[in-house]
């Protein structure tokens, strides 16, 4: 009678022979960039005066101490006010296919220049940014020591992507294991195995183990939807396309919690179970989520460099 | 110096334009061809990266997972090599228009398909999802429902069912399983309603949930996957492709014929240069041969055409030993005055050519006009003998060559001197002075024995030789005959002084007078010449006539002489004449009257000799009781032609009839000169016409002898 699961069994292994290649690929150990850029973009990144109130930088809601993301629900913006959304997290950023929750952008200059102009983020206009960016000596004299310039918007656009760039958190356990230099333990192996039968890395793979393409929230079991949600239906207008994410990225996933686009999930382990009942029907075991989560937990990598050095 | 540096600077800026041209021409052929060989090798391997992209994507649509970065990264590529191709500067040219256009279209149609491929990955993963975890939810059936259970069973065998089905479907591509799908999924539907347990709804509610999913998605993600695969892309590549290979073609045939038309500037330019040069080398050789001409001109005789003396001293400073033959032409001055000068400077002409001739080529000589009849010949030094050699050869051929100018034949002689000596032209022409002062010698090659310091001993040892002919008996008679003109018959002789040198020659007076007369030896000479002519005088009845110097006569020692030969011959002395030469040198006339008189005390007549010519004292000489006037040869020599001399002499011979003196001609040398002096009614004739002076053993055959 066991012929059937005998069967079956025979005929996953035979598909898992197709796919000998791993579909995780670590991040390099270093990446190249502009040094002198990316620290001018950290000291931008970090200056709430590009702010309308004064009060919002870019590190209010990309906090490095909460794996680049932001550890509230959703995001706060200029003079108290709640945004739709939970920031993804600016680490390992430059590896996204695209960026924003819904791709809109199509490279981190792109997006940085998004919140900056977003009236409920930081609420500034081109002209404010480079007239407070002039008025600053310090400022002046980088600028014009990089671009051979005095400020503008563009380059300072361009100075915070590079720093974003510099973002990336290598040597996880995970990545450290692709290259041979270190074991999963016993838990970690069954999560990584799960998390491929499972159909997870059908949209969780490449470098960023996400981030390269766009899915649907709730495929069997629909996840609510709401008008405020910056889904790829606020860009292409198709049904279809509601609640169609940008794949996140898995990477540093147990620091960046909440969950979700809407941060409505504080857990990883609840966060696992959600997408197991919305996107393959079916609810996880208590053993699946714990080697799951363990599994999850090897992707946490070291801190971006170009934040432990002091300037 | 203006136009060299002209010549040299278009020549270079026309070799430059040629080699910047022809290197343009290469270099824009090679960077065309590089360019379009980039661009061309750019559009193949878009085609290829579009392939590679395109199995990507099957193998991510077949792998159950599958890194998307592959093909994310295959998208950027070709991506960027579009946007590298669209801005190309080749292709940005108006020659590719239509490629670009093509490019564009290519672009936009990728960036469809990349919308398309997007999709696919999002398709792509939800059917991965179901198709992975169905088998999944199968396999946890096993443990829900009761396998022993018969309608249990079927719905197991149900899923098992529809697992290969979703496989076929979803490996093979094949829509025609969606409709059996269906049918499954309507089973499934049916089952669940009669499942009563949670677990066992839950799972057929899932398995619905997959299968709703596939059969919803399915047909967009296959019609993706074949929009992906389908060639349109490749197509708008292709005909790129095609469209940029005309377009270069044309391209390169532009820069072709850039090409042609800068070759053909640079051969006009070429040609340019080449005429300039061409025309200024003409000008130049022009000016050389002007100004050749102008230095031969300076260096050359016009009436000869040889080389003239500048060239000799020229040549001869660059000559090791040179050799000098100096060649006068004798007589020049009378052929001028004779002829006329045109007359003389043809001479000088044939004699330039005749020289020309006869010197003989193996002297590898130079031949000049040194000087108005002087030429000169400069051959390099090699021995005496051959030098000697060389000048009897011009001289023998000079001579053969007879000259002939306007029909006339003159005859012309020519006098050498040569020299090898280091003041060369001096010595040369030293040596050409003594030839011309000697009547028998052709030439003479300078030695220093020559030279004047040396003439002294020469006269040393003349003198010597005539005191040992005085002493020996050398000093002789030649005796001329003096005819009657009236009867043609020999009157008389003239006794005529000879000197036989030791060797045997016989000189002529002119040759020792001289020196004679300076060493006080004159008397001598006519003492030796008086006593031999008594001897002879005294065995023949014929008058014979002796010259005497006034010297002579002034001298006592010589009158007491010549009047005691005159005693010892008493009997012969009344035979003899005493002709007195060189009566303008007479200073005391009373002397001389009283010589007169003694001499007629021995029966002796009296001459005048040379009487006429110019300084004769007529007067003086006619008071003195002479005899005989010898009419001044240069008189006669010319009487036929000159009236002057006619008229002189017919006064002469006037006088001589009226004072009753006998007149003798001299130098009657022609049957004319007779005839002529013979109608003067001159008495006596005397020259080479009847006979030249004769040594007494030749004379003495034709007299008689008178005891």
Same mark, same amino acid.
């Given at each position: 009678m066991n012929i059937f699961k005998h069967l079956t069994l025979l005929f996953l292994l035979s598909q898992a022979l197709l796919f000998a290649a791993e579909p995780i690929k670590p991040i390099p150990k270093t990446i190249e960039y502009d040094r002198k850029k990316a620290e001018l973009g950290k000291l931008l990144f970090m200056d709430p005066q590009l702010s309308s109130d004064k009060s919002v930088a870019c590190v209010s809601c990309h906090s490095f101490e909460h794996g680049g993301a932001d550890p509230r629900p959703v995001s706060i913006g200029v003079h108290g006010v709640t945004g739709n959304v939970n920031a993804p997290t600016v680490y390992n950023s430059y590896f996204n296919f695209r960026q924003f929750w819904n791709g809109r952008a199509k490279d981190l200059k792109e997006q940085a220049s998004g919140p900056l102009h977003n009236p409920i983020e930081m609420g500034m206009v081109t002209k404010e940014v480079e007239k407070y960016l002039r008025s600053n000596g310090y400022y002046r004299k980088v600028f014009q020591d990089i671009y051979k310039k005095e400020p503008t918007h563009d380059d300072a656009l361009d100075a915070i992507a590079e720093f974003e760039k510099a973002l990336i958190t290598p040597d996880c356990?995970?990545?450290?294991?692709?290259?041979?230099?270190t074991e999963l333990s016993e838990s970690e192996k069954r999560g990584y195995r799960l998390f491929k039968t499972l159909g997870c890395a059908t949209c969780h793979n490449g470098i960023n183990v996400g981030g390269n393409s766009f899915q649907k929230m709730g495929l069997i079991f629909p996840y609510p939807w709401k008008e405020s949600f910056p889904d790829r239906y606020h860009i292409t207008g198709t049904p279809d396309d509601k609640n169609v994410y940008k794949v996140p990225t898995l990477r540093n996933i147990a620091l960046t919690a909440p969950y979700f686009h809407d941060g409505s999930v504080p857990t990883l382990e609840l966060a696992l179970q959600k997408m197991a009942y919305h996107n393959l029907g079916f609810d996880l075991s208590a053993e699946e989520v714990r080697d799951l989560t363990s599994f999850l937990k090897s992707l946490t990598g070291k801190k971006p460099a170009i934040l432990l050095e002091e300037r | 110096m203006r136009w060299l540096v002209l010549k040299t600077t278009g020549a270079i800026a026309a070799a430059l334009i040629g080699i910047i041209l022809i290197l343009f021409q290469q270099n824009s052929l090679k960077s065309s061809f590089q360019a379009t060989q980039r661009v061309s090798d750019s559009l193949k391997t878009l085609d290829a990266d579009y392939i590679t992209l395109q199995r990507i994507v099957l193998q991510a649509s077949y792998?159950?997972?599958?890194?998307?970065?592959?093909? $994310?990264?295959q998208i950027k590529k070709i991506r960027q090599r579009l946007k590298n191709l669209t801005e190309n500067r080749l292709l940005r040219?108006?020659?590719?228009?239509?490629?670009?256009? /093509?490019?564009?279209?290519?672009?936009?149609?990728?960036?469809?398909?990349?919308?398309?491929?997007?999709?696919? $990955?999002?398709?792509?993963?939800? @059917?991965?999802?179901?198709?992975?975890y169905l088998p999944t939810l199968t396999l946890k059936a096993y443990d829900i429902f009761d396998m022993h259970n018969e309608s249990d069973r079927d719905t197991v065998v149900l899923l098992s069912k529809i697992n290969a089905a979703i496989f076929l479907t979803k490996n093979a591509l094949d829509?025609?399983? $969606?409709?059996?799908?269906?049918?499954?999924?309507?089973?499934?539907?049916? $089952?669940?309603?009669?499942?009563?347990?949670?677990?066992?709804?839950?799972?057929?509610? #899932?398995?619905?949930?997959?299968?709703?999913?596939? @059969?919803?998605?399915?047909?967009?993600?296959?019609?993706?996957? /074949?929009?992906?695969?389908? /060639?349109?892309?490749?197509?708008?590549?292709?005909?790129?492709? !095609?469209?940029?290979?005309?377009?270069?073609k044309r391209e390169i045939s532009h820069i072709n014929n850039l090409g042609e038309l800068f070759l053909a500037l640079y051969l006009i330019s070429i040609t340019m240069v080449l005429y300039f040069i061409f025309r200024s080398e003409k000008e130049n050789i022009k000016l050389k041969r002007v100004s050749e001409k102008l230095k031969r001109s300076l260096i050359t005789d016009h009436l000869t055409g040889l080389e003239n003396r500048e060239a000799y001293l020229s040549m001869k400073q660059r000559m090791n030993h040179p050799a000098l033959i100096l060649i006068n032409i004798d007589r020049f001055k009378h052929i001028n005055e004779f002829y006329g000068?045109?007359?003389?400077?043809?001479?000088?002409?044939?004699? #330039? !050519?005749?020289?020309?001739?006869?010197?003989?080529?193996?002297?590898?000589?130079?031949?000049?006009?040194?000087?108005?009849?002087?030429?000169?010949?400069?051959?390099?030094?090699?021995?005496?003998?051959?030098?000697?050699?060389?000048?009897?050869?011009?001289?023998?051929e000079f001579h053969k060559r007879a000259m002939s100018i306007d029909g006339v034949a003159i005859d012309i002689s020519i006098s050498i001197g040569a020299s090898y000596a280091t003041k060369l032209f001096e010595t040369a022409d030293m040596a050409l002075k003594v030839t011309k002062s000697s009547t028998r010698r052709r030439y003479t090659i300078y030695d220093p024995s020559i030279d004047v310091s040396e003439k002294i001993s020469k006269n040393i040892r003349a003198l010597k030789e005539l005191k040992r002919a005085i002493q020996d008996k050398d000093i002789i008679p030649y005796f001329q005959p003096i005819v009657e003109l009236e009867g043609c018959t020999v009157a008389k002789y003239e006794?005529?002084?000879?000197?036989?040198?030791?060797?045997?020659?016989?000189?002529?007076?002119?040759?020792?007078?001289?020196?004679?007369? /300076?060493?006080?030896?004159?008397?001598?000479?006519?003492?030796?010449?008086?006593?031999?002519?008594?001897?002879?005088?005294?065995?023949?009845?014929?008058?014979?006539?002796?010259?005497?110097?006034?010297?002579?006569?002034?001298?006592?020692?010589?009158?007491?002489?010549?009047?005691?030969? @005159?005693?010892?011959?008493?009997?012969?002395?009344?035979?003899?004449v005493f002709e007195i030469v060189e009566s303008e040198e007479i200073e005391d006339y009373d002397l001389l009257g009283e010589f007169i008189e003694e001499v007629r005390g021995f029966g002796c007549k009296i001459a005048i000799d040379d009487f006429g010519s110019g300084y004769s004292n007529f007067e003086k000489l006619l008071q003195l009781s002479v005899d005989i006037l010898k009419i001044d040869g240069t008189l006669i020599k010319d009487i036929e032609s000159s009236e002057h001399a006619q008229l002189v002499v017919r006064t002469i011979v006037d006088f001589a009839k009226t004072a009753n003196l006998e007149t003798v001609a001299e130098y009657v040398h022609s049957e004319g000169v007779l005839l002529k002096v013979q109608e003067l009614g001159i008495d006596f004739g005397q020259g080479h016409h009847f006979g030249k002076p004769l040594p007494a053993e030749k004379i003495e055959r034709g007299l008689n002898g008178s005891g």
């Open positions: 356990k995970f990545d450290r294991f692709l290259r041979g230099e | 792998f159950p997972y599958f890194d998307n970065d592959a093909v $994310l990264n040219r108006k020659d590719y228009t239509k490629t670009r256009e /093509e490019l564009l279209h290519a672009k936009e149609e990728f960036e469809a398909v990349t919308k398309r491929i997007h999709e696919f $990955l999002t398709l792509n993963a939800s @059917l991965k999802n179901s198709s992975v829509d025609s399983f $969606l409709e059996e799908i269906k049918e499954y999924k309507k089973e499934l539907e049916r $089952l669940k309603t009669e499942v009563e347990e949670k677990d066992r709804k839950r799972l057929l509610q #899932a398995s619905i949930g997959h299968l709703t999913l596939f @059969l919803k998605i399915f047909p967009k993600f296959h019609d993706d996957l /074949e929009a992906i695969m389908k /060639e349109s892309f490749q197509k708008e590549i292709e005909s790129a492709i !095609e469209s940029f290979f005309k377009e270069s000068s045109k007359m003389g400077d043809m001479v000088l002409r044939q004699s #330039a !050519e005749i020289l020309k001739e006869i010197v003989p080529p193996y002297l590898n000589a130079n031949i000049y006009r040194l000087g108005g009849d002087d030429f000169g010949i400069l051959y390099e030094f090699e021995s005496k003998e051959r030098t000697e050699k060389v000048i009897k050869e011009i001289i023998e006794a005529l002084a000879r000197m036989r040198t030791r060797k045997g020659e016989i000189l002529e007076s002119k040759e020792f007078l001289d020196v004679a007369k /300076e060493a006080k030896l004159s008397g001598e000479i006519t003492a030796a010449i008086l006593h031999q002519t008594l001897k002879i005088a005294s065995r023949y009845d014929t008058i014979f006539s002796v010259n005497i110097s006034a010297g002579d006569i002034m001298s006592s020692y010589d009158r007491k002489n010549i009047f005691e030969l @005159l005693k010892s011959y008493r009997k012969s002395a009344s035979r003899i």
